[in-house]
């Protein structure tokens, strides 16, 4: 039970001003805007859109800087926002085969057809701060321009899957369950399983996918194929009947192959962990499909032994807006409730004493 405060009204709006004020930070320096965000902190507001859920730099960068960095606060203010927003209709499934590539790697095949595309990324980096980065004013050299038109990549999956050595995952015509408009309910089918994990805590699906490679599931993953890139977005107006193109989102995708050692039924084949998130976020996607991978034990038979082969564990904690709302909530008024702890404590510490004094 939770008491009323009375006369906080003040002081909230005290802590609110105060709160700005730190948000601004030294006035003698120039503000950061919510542009500068969205250009030079690109990761941090696509992860943002991510975990809330809202495909809009703008409106991730104007949460990054309201919530002074913090991601998970960014997502949930993100997040919120959207939900007051009407509901048009749903746009039509994103083919990435028709990715515009800005990186597409392998660790299964080093010649594969379409090649390797290194593209932007901290991997071929040595780690090391870059001390001039504080104090550069210049512009830095323009990096070279590649071809960004669509050339035919063929997936490693399905060059497996023709060889009859990857399993195809079963198609289905039924209509997908939107996890912003209904709760989560299990069984789940993995297409909301997908979505749960899309927007879900990037450093909680982490855990887990590392997890499984520490024994705790059975999982021996390599990673197909990785590709980050502009796909279009197609969605149908009632009024005309048929698709426009309306935009392009930037995702990536990550096909994790693992093990299978098959049953009475099926031979042993490679399975498939599939991630896919908005933006550039290779660990996400790696996570995520790691994590597929674990949930789908027991539509393969395999003996369910570890969290994140749990869908329940799974699903209903890698919500950070939620798990933030039921953790924080802690931090308000329960004075009833401890009183009444207290008094309990008090009887029984009595009475144990009590005791105590009787036998000795």
């Known amino acids: 039970m939770y008491v009323s405060v009375k006369g906080g009204e003040s002081a909230i709006a005290n802590a609110h001003a105060w709160l700005a004020e730190r948000r601004r ?4 320096l120039p503000e950061i805007t919510a542009d500068q965000i969205a250009e030079q902190l690109g990761l941090a507001v696509e992860r943002v859109m991510a975990e809330g859920a809202c495909i809009d730099r703008d409106l991730a960068a104007l949460a990054l800087k309201q919530a002074r960095g913090d ?34 790697i392998s660790a299964t095949y080093k010649d594969l057809p379409g090649g390797q595309v290194l593209g932007p990324s901290f991997d071929y980096t040595h780690r090391l701060l870059e001390l001039d980065l504080a104090g ?50 299990f069984p789940a089918i993995r297409a909301l399983a997908l979505q749960s994990m899309a927007r879900g805590d990037e450093g909680f699906l982490l855990a887990l996918g590392y ?20 796909v ?15 935009g392009d989102v930037v995702v990536t995708e990550c096909q994790m192959v693992n ?22 976020n290779e660990r996400k996607a790696m996570a995520m499909s790691l994590v597929d991978r674990a949930l789908r034990a027991s539509e393969l038979g395999e003996e369910i032994t570890a969290p994140a082969q749990d869908a329940e564990f799974v ?11 039921f953790v924080e909530h802690l931090k308000l008024p329960h004075y009833v ?15 144990w004493a009590a005791d105590r004094g009787e036998k000795s």
């Open 232 to 246: 279009p977005v197609e969605f149908t107006p009632p009024e005309l009947g048929f698709a426009i193109d309306i």
């Open 71 to 104: 991601s998970t606060e960014a997502a949930f203010l993100l997040r919120a926002y959207r939900n007051t927003l009407p509901r048009f209709g749903y746009a039509a499934p994103l083919d990435t085969a028709a990715m515009q590539v800005q990186r597409r």
């Open 25 to 28: 930070g030294d006035a003698a």
């Open 211 to 230: 997890s499984t490679q520490r024994g705790y599931g059975n999982a021996h993953p390599f990673v197909g194929e990785i590709r980050m890139g502009a």
């Open 315 to 325: 699903l209903y904690h890698c919500d950070n807006v939620e798990s933030t709302g």
């Open 337 to 351: 409730d401890f009183q009444s702890e207290l008094e309990k404590l008090r009887g029984i510490r009595a009475r």
């Open 136 to 185: 550069r004013k210049g512009e830095p050299d323009p990096a070279p321009q590649a071809d960004t038109g669509v050339t035919p990549m063929p997936r490693v999956t399905e060059m497996l899957a023709r060889e009859g050595l990857m399993a195809r995952d079963t198609a289905t015509d039924a209509e997908p369950p939107d996890l912003t408009r209904e709760g989560l309910r």
């Open 259 to 280: 093990q299978f050692a098959g049953n009475n039924e099926t031979p042993p084949q490679f399975t498939r962990g599939y991630g896919l998130v908005p933006g550039q």
